[in-house]
């Protein structure tokens, strides 16, 4: 699904000097590259604080503490998500609320969020699907008008950018009272291990965010709250580093590659290529088709042929057994469930070739419409 080797060739040099530099210095934890990462980062986003952490479940669940959610709180996210963005909540003893998704955008319908607040609303998680930037205006004023707290699950789509009504653009993560990422290897931005991050513009919850990942601690051995340990280490910061500079560059040849992948498949009436939302600068982390014929079928006959696929999302979260006490029946999430069903995502990465796209769309043309006969 990517390529990592072939990208980590093209950056080997620098990668290799920048890795050896924090082995020479030893200074693994806290090292000055984190403290450089995040101020770059921050600078890249727009946001005025960046605070790494160890993945980006953990951002998403720190973010979660400091904002003081108590048990019992209501905290509405997607169900159709990957399933750190909810079990997140239930670990913390909070109630997830599931929306349904929008069948074009596949991210969280602004409608569906506006009916399922309650009194007991503490916090909204929209989750930038795919790379695809939730419609976040209609949401920030919603949430604005209840009071509500905004966490943005932007482990996806990070790079991407949302266009206010105004003209006005954010990037992905930016928005939000807090925004959450992961750097797993295969995000756009990844490391080379596991790493995180929150961010906001908020500087008392920066503080509160940085002491949660910090043993609940400002000066060493004092600890004024709970928290966790949950660290970025130096290595992957430098990595980060070089590869944040890049960042644009690889949404481009994700862009890209979904151009050929959409040339390819436009005349296909059995396949619907992924829909772009005029305020979203899609960044392409999935390129998800929905097709039209027996779909676990198609991802078969594909590997038949050496090319991988993904079904993302099988089975969505108020379907899984882990959260068999907040969901299940009692939700009505029609879109969500059809797209358990429909969903197929191709190959997509920062150095896919012409031939190899031609090879992957001419296949799954093939494939396609065999199976539609
Ligand atoms: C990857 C991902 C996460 C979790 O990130 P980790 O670093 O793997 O913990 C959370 N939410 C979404 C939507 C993701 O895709």
Redesign the pocket.
Known sequence: MVDLKRQYQNIKTEVDEAILNVLSSTAFINGPEVKSFATELASYLGVKHVIPCA????A?QIALMALGLQPGDEVITPSF??I??VEVVALLRLKPVFVDVDADTFTMNIESVKKAITDKTKAIIP?H?YGQCVDMEPLLALAKEKNIPIIE?N??AIGGTYTFADGTKKKTGAMGTIG?T???PS?NLGCYG???AMFTNDDALAEKLSMIANHGQKVRYYHEMVGCNSRLDSIQAAVLRIKLRKLDEYCDARRAAADYYDLAFKNNSNIITPYRAPYSWHVFHQYTLQVKVNRDKVQEMLAEKGIPSMIYYPVSSHKQEMLKDFGGASYDLPTTDFLNTCVISLPIHTELTQEELKYISDNVNQIIDQLSK
Do not use: M, R
């Open positions: 993945n980006g479940t953990d998403l998500t990957y750190a963005t989750v699907l699950d482990a996806q959450c992961s750097f797993f995000k596991d790493g995180g």
